[in-house]
């Protein structure tokens, strides 16, 4: 078992102002895909999109979707209670699919915007986004939140909160990154150089990242207030993925069969 690295979690503490890892990953993911989607713009020669204003409204949409998706698929009471908590984004609390919800949302609104297909947009945008996904896991792991379950493999991490229990536990979060992360950029990265139907790249961002997600939770503790939603496997991640996933594999064969038809 490897103990926990003594990293703090606020970067930068000045009076009652703090910087904290996870707004760090924010900054760094948001401009790390504004360099990638820059380059990728001139070299595919689209010029009808507006990188920064498609970045800046894409960040928008999936902040808010995050908050208001974590609000309703993991903590509807506490916010029934207390709506103006909702506002607290500092505290932390965003949901990945809310957040896909929200990029949906600003891709379609972009789209008509600029006069162009919702999938050339989004087959330009997804690779991305996995930058910003695997810098939020690392935020993930140095927070001591969303650990997994106990092992007794050599690379388990004992975290040292409380709520841990003192037990090595799967680094889940590592996993993440590595997986939702490098992995799913690397892929979307090299796939989305080849000719393939329009859409494609989209689907396979939501397959991919829904197989991940859904591998990855089987190791996950789940959330405490929550639990498992069925025996002791099925988390509200997992469930959430399943039509994202579903989704994903008819943009991929009803792309292709377009392109049949046409052809």
Not at 85 to 97: C, E, N, P, Q, R
Request: glycine share 12%; aromatic share 14%.
């Amino acid at each position: 078992m490897i103990p926990f690295p003594n990293i703090d979690p606020v970067v930068l503490e000045i009076g009652f102002f703090q910087v904290h890892w996870y707004g760090v990953s924010y900054v760094l993911g948001i401009g790390i895909g504004w360099y990638y989607l820059e380059n990728r713009a001139r070299a595919l020669g689209l010029k009808v999109i507006n990188v920064s204003d498609t970045v800046f409204y894409v960040a928008l949409g999936a902040v808010v979707g995050g908050r208001i998706g974590y609000t309703l698929f993991y903590n509807p009471a506490a916010y029934y209670h207390d709506p103006l908590s909702i506002l607290a984004i500092w505290k932390g609390g965003m949901s990945f699919h809310g957040g896909v919800l929200g990029v949906a949302l600003v891709l379609i609104w972009q789209s008509r915007k600029i006069g162009s297909s919702v999938f050339t947009l989004s087959d330009f945008i997804v690779p991305a986004l996995p930058i910003g996904l695997g810098l939020g896991r690392l935020a993930n792991f140095v927070n001591q939140e969303l650990w997994g379950a106990p092992t007794d493999l050599p690379w388990g991490v004992v975290f040292t909160v409380p709520a841990a229990g003192g037990f090595s536990r799967h680094p889940t979060q590592l996993y993440e990154a590595f997986l939702e992360g490098l992995l799913l950029f690397l892929l979307l990265h090299f796939i989305s150089k080849r000719k393939l139907a329009l859409g494609t790249t989209t689907g396979l961002f939501l397959v991919l990242y829904g197989c991940f997600r859904s591998l990855v939770e089987l190791l996950r503790e789940p959330d405490s207030h929550i639990g498992y939603l069925y025996g002791d496997w099925l988390t509200m991640g997992q469930l959430l993925c399943a039509p994202m996933i579903l989704i994903g594999l008819i943009i991929i064969m009803s792309c292709y069969n377009r392109k049949s038809a046409i052809g």
